[in-house]
């Protein structure tokens, strides 16, 4: 297997909702990030985990919450977010902090 | 800080035609220049990574080189299905291995 998988695909959600994004690697990689990417822009780094300990986070908001459940998994908790937070939402993996990302086709996320 | 530009931002060329898209960048001290990929509404897709002066890759009709401050993607005999975005970054040596510094990207259409 050599895909970075994410659902859903796509998601809508109000201001109030809480929301997860997921994401699934099975190649072993031990880095594991989340990049926010708008339209006509190129991806922004949010979180990075590091053999599933959180190791960068870009001063992102608190309405988003990362969590690393083992070697494979990767969530991104939503709360209370903006309609300023809509984007497309990628996940990524690499071998280690050094090696190029491996990115997931991303979740389309809408906040209304 | 690190830098990255690419250019043109867009990029028209007829089925055939030869071209080059470059990535000029400032960085304190180089681990890694990455090329990706991007379709609308995905992820991008890994093409390459350079890390040494004069450094060449290719990929079917792609071709990557690096210098000290620049590289460039050359396409030769580009398809319509080479439209697409491509994103430049660069890996420092100094700071986090997980943070990578994108360009805008340039924007291919290849018209048949």
């Known amino acids: 297997d050599t895909e970075v998988t994410q659902t859903p695909k796509h998601l809508v959600m109000g201001m109030t909702n809480k929301k997860s994004l997921k994401c699934e690697q099975h190649m072993g990689h031990r880095a594991m990030y989340w990049y926010k990417q708008k339209a006509k822009k190129p991806p922004e780094l949010m979180f990075v985990?590091?053999?599933?300990?959180?190791?960068i986070n870009e001063s992102v908001p608190s309405r988003f919450s990362p969590e690393c459940p083992n070697s494979s998994l990767l969530n991104l908790h939503l709360h209370a977010l903006q309609p300023e937070d809509s984007a497309l939402y990628l996940c990524?993996?690499?071998?280690?902090?050094?090696?190029?990302?491996?990115f997931g086709p991303g979740t389309r996320l809408l906040v209304l | 800080e690190d830098q990255v530009t690419q250019s043109p931002e867009a990029l028209r060329l007829q089925e055939g035609e030869s071209s080059s898209l470059n990535c000029s960048y400032t960085?304190?001290?180089?681990?890694?220049l990455f090329w990706y990929r991007q379709d609308p509404g995905k992820g991008p897709e890994f093409l390459f990574t350079?890390?040494?002066a004069g450094e060449e890759k290719e990929k079917e009709r792609l071709k990557a080189t690096l210098t000290k401050k620049e590289s460039f993607l050359h396409i030769t005999a580009p398809k319509p299905e080479d439209s697409a975005t491509y994103l430049c970054a660069v890996q420092a040596a100094e700071t986090s291995g997980s943070r990578l510094t994108f360009g805008e990207g340039t924007q291919l259409t290849v018209n048949p």
């Open positions: 350079l890390y040494s």
């Open positions: 990524a993996s690499s071998q280690g902090p050094w090696a190029s990302p491996n």
């Open positions: 960085v304190s001290g180089l681990r890694g």
């Open positions: 985990y590091s053999y599933e300990k959180l190791s």
